[in-house]
């Protein structure tokens, strides 16, 4: 195999944090070739698959991923599940480093073990939600038929290959989103909008039959603590709060004393807090009065609330409600702790979906990994005590934070990075064989990679279906669809 001197970094992941490592890579040195490893057959991670589709401009990311994408040290191989159709070991003999996306099949190999990296080898883990753990609610009835996590509802809705099969039942009238952030407002927003909305975005087909088909009137958005500790953004409750024929529906009691602890909370909060106090307790103008009364939809949001139990009908085969413990806090501001008083309250509902957020898990045993906060303990991307090892995206930071966060972290981990190429502490002089060994590999093994120009064959038919219905594009929703137009 032919090698060239210059170094080679391989990036497992197209998501955000894959694509943002790589185009500060690229930029930084002249020299550097990138190679992203994809899962899927197509690119850019959640922001196919968890960005909401009535939220198009923050799609518009793509743009600048497609321009690394087709810069010429930048090669895309989709259709590669890293673990299982190349093993990290025979990536690190390939490459001078290695990007890791996290993923469970990533099966732990005695040689990979932290110890015998040498100087040249290099993990980042650019972690995010990718494939792993909905974190479980832990309490009885979670499994019941009704019961969903947020993060496959969205799947399904955004064309994930395997959440298609969901189907979720929308044949009640009352659902509960358990969380109070940003993806719980996206769920609440999708089940409640009105159908001429999401007509107009990407959501799939089969999502759309089944919300047109949807019995469910009313939301209620459950958090364990209060007003003061919503995890949304204003932007995102602006939305709800502006949602085409629904009308809010609060507890007025939830918001006593809230006013008061207004005056020292940082801006962002307080403006958050205002609209929230506004929307519940304001008595509304003439036009608003209006667009309410002729509002069919409700959502809510319920506080001081904690699920204990999900509730089943009486021939225990579906969902009919949901247990809730009555919190009360316990200090204040983001430190504020909900602590049970002991009163439950039942809450009939057929659907419950579950966004308490994602966790992320170690894929090695051998690899430094803080089980409590779920994240590589690292500095800036270095993780401790495991020289050449590196981390970005939600491993580094634990699973918050939006596009714009990912991209920084990414930027970071790539500067600490280029740093020690630079310093030598990592040695990047021993030329390697970059992706001709890898497709040597993937050819014996049948693996047949999707080029970026042949994910470009994917997304040009899947405009084209889009344009034919008036939607920017209508998925493939099969991995089978998706390697059959990439090869025609
Ligand atoms: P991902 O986007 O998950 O990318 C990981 C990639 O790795 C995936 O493509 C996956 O297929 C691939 N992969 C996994 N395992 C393997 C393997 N073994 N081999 C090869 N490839 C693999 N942010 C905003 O700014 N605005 C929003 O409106 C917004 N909405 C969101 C809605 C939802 C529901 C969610 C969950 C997040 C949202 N975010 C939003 C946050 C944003 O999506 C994330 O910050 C960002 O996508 C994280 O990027 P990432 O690259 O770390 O992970």
């Not at 409750?237 to 004393?257: I, Q, W």
């Not at 993780?383 to 995206?393: I, R, T």
């Not at 390697?432 to 470009?456: M, N």
């Amino acid at each position: 195999l032919s090698t060239s001197s210059c170094p080679k970094v391989c990036i497992v992941g197209s998501g955000p944090a894959g694509f943002y490592t790589a185009q500060h890579l690229i930029k930084a040195r002249q020299d550097v070739e990138v190679d992203i490893y994809e899962r899927l057959p197509v690119p850019f991670g959640l922001v196919r698959f968890g960005v909401a589709p009535d939220h198009p401009e923050v799609k518009n990311v793509i743009n600048t991923f497609t321009q690394t994408a087709k810069h010429s040290r930048c090669s895309f191989y989709g259709n590669v599940n890293v673990g299982k159709d190349v093993t990290v070991d025979e990536l690190q003999g390939a490459y001078h480093a290695v990007v890791l996306v996290r993923t469970r099949r990533l099966r732990p190999n005695p040689k990979t073990r932290i110890h015998a990296l040498t100087v040249f080898l290099i993990y980042i883990f650019c972690q995010s939600y990718g494939a792993e753990g909905n974190r479980r609610m832990g309490v009885p009835g979670e499994d019941l038929p009704g019961v969903y996590s947020a993060k496959d509802f969205v799947g399904w809705y955004n064309g994930l290959p395997s959440c298609r099969e969901l189907k979720p039942d929308l044949s009640c009238e009352t659902a509960i989103i358990l969380g109070q952030g940003n993806v719980a407002l996206d769920v609440a927003r999708i089940l409640l909008s009105p159908l001429d909305i999401l007509k107009k975005t990407d959501i799939t087909q089969p999502a759309l039959e089944a919300l047109a088909e949807s019995r469910v009137q009313k939301v209620l958005i459950v958090g364990r603590r209060g007003p003061m500790q919503v995890a949304c953004t204003i932007k995102e409750l602006r939305e709800m709060v502006n949602l085409p024929g629904t009308r809010p529906e609060m507890v007025t009691a939830d918001f006593e004393g809230v006013s008061e602890a207004l005056k020292d909370v940082p801006r962002p909060r307080k403006r958050l807090t205002e609209l929230l106090l506004k929307t519940a307790l304001d008595a509304p103008g003439d036009k608003e009065l209006e667009r309410r009364r002729n509002a069919a939809r409700v959502w809510g949001f319920r506080f001081y609330r904690s699920p204990t139990e999900i509730l089943a009908d009486p021939g225990r085969s579906r969902t009919a409600g949901i247990r809730l413990a009555v919190n009360r806090l316990e200090g204040s501001g983001d430190a504020a702790r909900a602590v049970l008083t002991g009163e439950v309250e039942d809450v009939s509902c057929g659907l419950v979906i579950s966004s308490i957020g994602y966790k992320s898990l170690p894929i090695d045993p051998a690899v430094p990994f803080d089980s409590h906060r779920a994240v590589m303990p690292n500095s800036v991307g270095r993780v401790h005590q495991a020289p050449g090892l590196y981390c970005s995206g939600w491993l580094k930071t634990g699973p918050t934070g939006v596009i714009a966060t990912t991209m920084n972290n990414s930027f970071d981990t790539a500067r600490s990075l280029l740093e020690d190429m630079d310093s030598g502490a990592l040695d990047v002089s021993p030329a390697k064989p970059g992706s001709q060994a890898v497709s040597s590999l993937l050819e014996k093994r049948g693996v047949k990679p999707v080029t970026f120009s042949d994910w470009e064959k994917i997304d040009s038919l899947e405009t084209r279906r889009g344009d034919a219905c008036g939607k920017p594009r209508e998925k493939l929703l099969s991995v089978e669809e998706m390697l059959k137009v990439a090869r025609a």
